[in-house]
C-alpha cells in the first residue's frame, strides 16, 4: 500500500489492542480485542486503513450476545438484531405474526413488547442465525437456555450494554458467528 501523502511504500501493519466498533450505529459498546488490523505509513506515521475481519460474523455475535442478555430491548435494538439477520421490516414482522406497522412503532420506540412477544422476537432471531451452524447441536443446546432468560423490564438507561470480543482468526473451519469469541473484558 502506498502513502497517500508521502507517495511511500513504507508500510507497516499494527494489530490494535482494545478497539472500539460503531457497527451500524448499534446501541452497544463493543469491543475488539487484538482483532482489527491497521496499515500505518512509517514515513510520516499517518494511519492508511482500518480493518474489521468478518463484519457480518461480529454482527451476528453482538446479536446472538444481546438475546441473551435480559435487560429488555430498545426500539434501537430490535432494528439492530432485525439487520443482523439481514431482513427486511416487513419480512421479520410477518415471520413473528406482526403487522409491519406494529413493528414500525416497536422499531421507534413508540411501543414496548410484550415479554413473550419479546421472547418469540428473540427466539426467532438466533433460529436465524443456526442455519450455518457447523455445529447444530451446540446451537440447540443454547437456543434451549434461552427460555431461562427472565426479561428484565426495568434498567438504567443511562447504562449503555457493552460486550468484548476476539476474532478467532478466518482460517478456522467454524460459522460466521463463532468467528468472533466473546471475552470477558475488564474494562
Ligand atoms: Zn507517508
Known amino acids: 500500500m502506498k502513502c497517500t501523502t508521502c507517495k511511500m511504500q513504507n508500510t507497516e501493519t499494527r494489530v490494535v489492542p482494545h478497539y472500539h466498533a460503531d457497527l451500524l450505529g448499534a446501541p452497544f459498546d463493543i469491543t475488539l480485542i487484538n482483532s482489527v488490523k491497521e496499515v500505518w505509513c512509517v514515513e510520516c506515521q499517518k494511519k492508511l486503513s482500518t480493518t474489521i ?22 426500539g434501537e435494538e430490535v432494528r439492530f438484531l432485525r439487520k443482523a439477520v439481514g431482513m427486511k421490516a416487513k419480512a421479520f414482522a410477518e415471520k413473528i405474526e ?5 413493528l414500525s412503532r416497536v422499531e421507534n ?51 449503555r450494554l457493552g460486550y468484548a470480543y476476539k ?21
Not at 98 to 102: D, R, V
Not at 149 to 157: G, L
Not at 167 to 187: C, L
Open 109 to 159: 420506540g413508540q411501543k414496548p413488547l410484550g415479554p413473550g412477544s419479546e421472547k418469540l422476537l428473540r427466539f426467532f432471531v438466533l433460529t436465524r442465525m443456526l442455519d450455518d451452524d457447523v455445529v447444530a447441536k451446540i446451537g440447540n443446546e443454547q437456543i434451549k437456555k434461552l427460555f431461562d432468560v427472565k426479561i428484565e423490564s426495568t434498567w438504567d438507561p443511562e447504562k
Open 167 to 187: 476474532f478467532r482468526g478466518s482460517e478456522d473451519d467454524v460459522s460466521k458467528r463463532h468467528k468472533y469469541e466473546p471475552v470477558a473484558e475488564a474494562a
Open 98 to 102: 406482526m403487522s409491519p406497522e406494529n
Open 53 to 74: 475481519p468478518e463484519l457480518e460474523g461480529l454482527l451476528q455475535a453482538v446479536a446472538w450476545s444481546r438475546a441473551f442478555t435480559s435487560r429488555k430491548l430498545s
